[in-house]
């Protein structure tokens, strides 16, 4: 049992100790917290705009402002690559997917970047069909794809 030094303003006795070491009444300590939960402060900080709307919204601004910037920072983090290590691999393949040959000007978007999914290693940059195909076909289906290849050569 907790020796009770001292009383709160209701006459409870101070018998609950927090994470920091300081003794509070228990009793009054709920109350406080019930009705503060019943505050505008409380439900504004509190609520899912609050918490999660306004960061996502100010996010999505920022990524907005800085895609450019955001991609090149995903790509160091992700894979290693460096801004000029992307530009080399952009003027190796000619500004284009390595596989459809399509720019980014006329995706509209960033070539996204390939790579090994076992090994990690980064094989070039592809637009977004062409990486969904690698993924999907290419690297777990490659038996099927030489008998695919057949079968649609027969036709």
């Known amino acids: ?3 009770t030094q001292g009383f709160c303003k209701k006459g409870h006795p101070f018998d609950k100790i927090n ?7 228990g009793t009054c300590h709920k109350q406080i917290v019930s009705l503060y ?10 609520s899912k705009w609050a918490k999660g709307e306004k960061r996502k919204a100010y996010a999505k601004e ?12 995903y790509a160091k983090r992700k894979y290693g690559l460096l801004k000029s ?13 390595a596989i459809c040959e399509v720019s980014e000007i006329e995706m509209g978007n960033k070539l996204h970047i390939d ?3 076992r090994t990690g290693k980064v094989r070039g940059l592809l637009c977004r069909p062409c990486n969904n195909f690698v993924v999907v076909v290419a690297e ?15 036709y």
């Not at 939960?37 to 509190?46: A, P, Q, S, V, Y």
């Open 1 to 3: 049992m907790i020796e």
């Open 19 to 25: 994470s920091l070491g300081n003794r509070y009444c």
């Open 37 to 46: 939960e019943k505050t505008d402060l409380c439900k504004e900080r509190h």
């Open 62 to 73: 920022y990524y907005l402002k800085n895609a450019e910037q955001s991609y090149f920072n």
């Open 85 to 97: 290590d992307i530009k080399q691999l952009l003027e190796k393949q000619g500004g284009r997917c």
């Open 115 to 117: 790579h090994n999914h």
């Open 140 to 154: 777990h289906y490659i038996h099927l794809f030489e008998k695919a290849k057949t079968y649609l050569g027969d």
